[in-house]
């Protein structure tokens, strides 16, 4: 039905393929005389979105969730996974070959030291790996008598034969009309902070981190428009940018320039360990600093000093520019989901729709915008039992018809250059049942907790947590994920270091963009989630004894009123809900044609108890 450009719907490999790949790579390790390797879902940066060169994890087991890691031992394998991914990794791994464990509690390091003997070599490449990964490897390895070894090597890639090229997309600048701020200003807050750490420089781990810096945006890997590369801040002097030079044009490495140095990748290990030589203090990110880094600099007699990127704080805090321009990239995103959802409620019942005609039908109304750059991630679209399935990515296997007594839940994002968006909606299709409506309210009146929270400077995410689940907890549910991440201003639609979990210690900062998005979700059943992004600004207060904070609603989508039991709504939250509704309506009607315009009217119309 429609042509999609960012997306495609194949099924992992599986089968044979996977069971040679595996035997092989025993048989490099034995080779090697290890006794095992540990195998992360991760690239030298630890992103999100990685290569296809770094897709390492995906081809040894065919699981392709975004987090994720395997350990391969001789007789024994075993990959682990947090709660969003227990479903899909049982679907596509071998249960012959592997057992699926938790990522989470216990951590591998438990399954490790269990497993491992006294003189066993386990081993790991510290490229791909932390500073704290490490020592949790290595402490688990000892409390076993076993070694862990940092390999010079990949023996995975030793023995991945058709292993696609590193990506060499080409860099583009990110204008001052986007970014806000210059790059000598951003150079010059980053030198304070190097100063309050007592490092003599900082290396950009990150390629956020270094797009963010140089204001410049690439193509290198999916959904996240990441220019590949490292970069060195020194206190004092010119910053130096470590990138493939076939990315950049004449335009592109004159814009770098004229702020910092600019050499290849290569470069950057004789810098680090000249830096290191002399006994410099050198600062590392431990959220995304290989081990190798730190090991190179601790052995050329330098001092790593590692700690939280400063950089992923001022990213967070979004300038004017970029808040004006995440709220026309909404407003531009409203329209395209108005239509889609008008459309979703048109043709849906007939029972003729997929879930990926859902998929392409929302990017086809997306790109018509004319200012789409590409998806931010690739949208959810479950319909009946997939919608259970917090991470599920439909394949031309796995797709789902949509029917009438189906809930459909799609969780999608777009980026555009002033900005990134993230949302999810979940619709009835035809009559809903009680248990439906009973949930989807509760998750609502959790989504409006958060939305209308009010609290004082330096709350963090775990503090504002308990409200999206209030009245889940209330009829002995829960969901097995957080209720909200940080967003980039065309980057990562997962940024920290700021979240709404329980495991969220960064305080909310005024200008920071989070989600908003609980759920619920039946094994087997269905699933719902309604998410909004929210933007931390000043709480307006009369009397108000110290700086408080609230949420503003930068969303605009209709909630599905046919989902909602008014009678569980409290005043207040019946309140919010309705202004909300009249807002999207006034600003997202007027740009719509008459047919979508008289949709909207009717799906944000006035819902009374």
């Not at 034995?30 to 990685?50: C, H, S, W």
């Not at 390895?141 to 995975?156: F, I, R, T």
């Not at 030198?191 to 950009?204: M, R």
Request: with cysteine; hydrophobic share 45%; charged share 25%.
């Amino acid at each position: 039905m429609f042509e999609a450009h960012f997306q495609t719907f194949e099924e992992p490999e599986a089968g044979v393929a996977l069971t040679a790949r595996l035997a092989a790579l025993r048989d490099e390790l034995a080779r090697r005389k290890l006794t095992g390797f540990v195998i992360p879902r991760a690239d030298q940066q630890q992103n999100e979105y990685v290569a296809p060169s770094e897709e390492r994890l995906a081809w040894l087991t065919g699981f392709t969730g975004s987090a994720g890691l395997a350990v391969v031992l001789a007789r024994e394998a075993a990959l682990f996974v947090d709660g969003r991914y227990t479903i899909q990794a049982a679907k596509q791994v071998d249960a012959k070959a592997w057992t699926v464990e938790s990522l989470i509690d216990p951590p591998p390091e438990s399954w490790i030291s269990a497993h491992l003997k006294t003189g066993n070599r386990l081993g790991f490449d510290p490229w791909l790996h932390t500073f704290a990964a490490a020592e949790r490897l290595s402490a688990a390895c000892a409390k076993a008598g076993a070694e862990l070894v940092a390999v010079d090597s990949n023996p995975l890639d030793a023995v991945w034969q058709d292993r696609p090229r590193a990506p060499i997309a080409p860099v583009a600048i990110h204008g001052l009309q986007y970014a806000g701020v210059a790059e000598a200003e951003k150079v010059a807050q980053i030198k304070t902070e190097i100063e309050k750490l007592s490092a003599d420089a900082l290396v950009l781990s990150d390629s956020h981190a270094v797009a963010w810096t140089f204001n410049i945006r690439g193509a290198d890997v999916a959904h996240t428009p990441l220019p590949l590369s490292y970069a060195l801040v020194p206190k004092v002097g010119r910053p130096t940018v470590f990138i493939d030079h076939r990315k950049l044009s004449n335009l592109t490495r004159d814009h770098l320039e004229q702020s910092a140095d600019v050499r290849e990748p290569d470069a950057l290990t004789p810098t680090l360990m000249a830096l290191a030589k002399s006994g410099a203090a050198i600062a590392l990110d431990n959220a995304t600093a290989a081990d190798a880094l730190s090991r190179l600099i601790a052995g050329g007699g330098g001092k790593p000093v590692r700690g939280g990127d400063p950089i992923a704080l001022l990213k967070a805090v979004k300038n004017a520019t970029e808040i004006k321009g995440t709220q026309t990239a909404h407003r531009r995103d409203a329209i395209a989901l108005a239509r889609f959802l008008a459309f979703i409620d048109r043709e849906a019942p007939s029972g003729k729709l997929t879930e990926i005609d859902a998929v392409e039908a929302l990017e086809t109304f997306r790109r018509d915008t004319g200012a789409l750059k590409d998806v931010s991630f690739p949208t959810i679209s479950g319909t009946g039992p997939n919608g259970a399935i917090v991470h599920y990515r439909v394949t031309r296997k796995s797709n789902r018809r949509i029917v009438p007594g189906d809930l459909l839940l799609i969780d999608s994002g777009a980026q555009y250059e002033d900005g990134t968006t993230d949302v999810t909606r979940t619709m009835a299709v035809g009559e809903p049942t009680e248990e439906m409506r009973d949930r989807f309210t509760r998750v609502l009146r959790g989504h409006i907790a958060i939305a209308r929270a009010v609290f004082p400077d330096g709350t963090t995410g775990a503090q504002l947590d308990t409200l999206a689940r209030q009245y889940l907890w209330a009829a002995g549910v829960d969901f097995e994920h957080g209720t909200g991440h940080g967003v980039g201003s065309y980057l990562s639609v997962h940024e920290g270091p700021a979240r709404i979990s329980k495991l969220g210690t960064t305080p909310l900062k005024r200008g920071m963009i989070l989600s908003n998005e609980p759920g619920y979700y039946k094994t087997d059943g269905f699933g719902i989630r309604i998410e909004n992004l929210e933007l931390v600004v000043a709480a307006d207060i009369k009397g108000a004894e110290k700086p408080m904070n609230a949420f503003e609603t930068l969303t605009l989508a209709p909630i599905d009123r046919r989902l909602i039991d008014a009678a569980m709504l409290n005043r207040d939250e019946l309140a919010w809900l309705n202004a909300y509704h009249s807002r999207v309506r006034t600003e997202v009607g007027p740009a719509l044609d008459e047919a979508t315009k008289a949709w909207l009217d009717q799906a944000t119309a006035e819902l009374t108890a």
